[in-house]
């Protein structure tokens, strides 16, 4: 079965540091990843999405993929309150239909 | 640009009774269309796909049903609501990349 592993969190970082989100992926045929940001009770919104091996920065934000390992991974710099929020991972297989999504990590930014 | 409607925002049913829940895109024509649902704390599953009119793809066997009767109108609906089918139900629409979500529903049973 095809999964998708998210710490839950909370992770709690400092307001001005660096917060780094990461996820793991079971099917090796991959091809897609994706973060979004829920805030609560609201519906998720993509953030970034990177396909290739390495780095891609935007902004305060870098998604990190290294398909070897099977992870990902988001970074957020000078982090701020309003980051808050739940971090979903979603990874794009061989379906051109379907993503599979992580369970979140609820990160908290604290002033 | 393309946007998504769904409605309407929050929804207290009592159990037995029916739902239907409708989500339309704009601005798009023949769009993947998914339902969504999400539990308190947890991550999202998928109940429904639609790659087209009238085809719709159920990908966990549960009290609810799905329609695509338009291009681009997707409804979500039940008969009789459990206590279960509580939760936030996202309809989403998949270009080929990442999903776009509408507002979403909260749907509390009671």
């Known amino acids: 079965q095809k999964e998708v592993e998210q710490n839950s969190g909370p992770l709690s970082v400092p307001e001005g540091a660096i917060a780094s989100l990461n996820c793991t992926y079971s099917?090796?045929?991959?091809?897609?990843f994706f973060w979004y940001r829920q805030y609560s009770g609201k519906s998720p919104e993509l953030i970034m999405f990177?396909?290739s091996n390495g780095d891609k920065e935007d902004g305060r934000f870098t998604a990190q993929l290294n398909k070897a390992s099977q992870y990902v991974s988001l970074l957020i710099r000078d982090s701020q309150p309003s980051d808050s929020a739940t971090y979903l991972c979603?990874?794009?297989?061989?379906?051109?239909?379907?993503?599979?999504w992580g369970a979140g990590t609820k990160l908290i930014i604290k002033p | 640009s393309q946007t998504i409607h769904q409605w309407p925002a929050t929804l207290v049913q009592p159990v037995g009774s029916p739902l239907s829940l409708e989500c339309t895109v704009e601005?798009?024509?023949?769009?993947?269309l998914y339902w969504y649902r999400q539990a308190a704390g947890r991550g999202l599953q998928l109940l429904f796909y639609?790659?087209?009119?009238?085809?719709i793809s159920s990908e966990v066997p549960q009290n609810l049903s799905a329609s695509r009767p338009q291009d681009r109108q997707f409804i979500l609906s039940s008969k009789k609501l459990l206590l279960s089918d509580s939760g936030f139900y996202l309809c989403?629409?998949?270009?080929?990349?990442?999903?776009?979500f509408g507002q979403g529903t909260r749907l509390t049973v009671v």
């Open positions: 979603a990874v794009k297989t061989d379906s051109n239909y379907q993503l599979i």
């Open positions: 990177i396909y």
């Open positions: 639609s790659v087209g009119i009238g085809q």
């Open positions: 099917d090796r045929g991959s091809q897609s």
């Open positions: 989403a629409w998949n270009p080929g990349g990442g999903a776009f």
């Open positions: 601005g798009t024509s023949n769009p993947n």
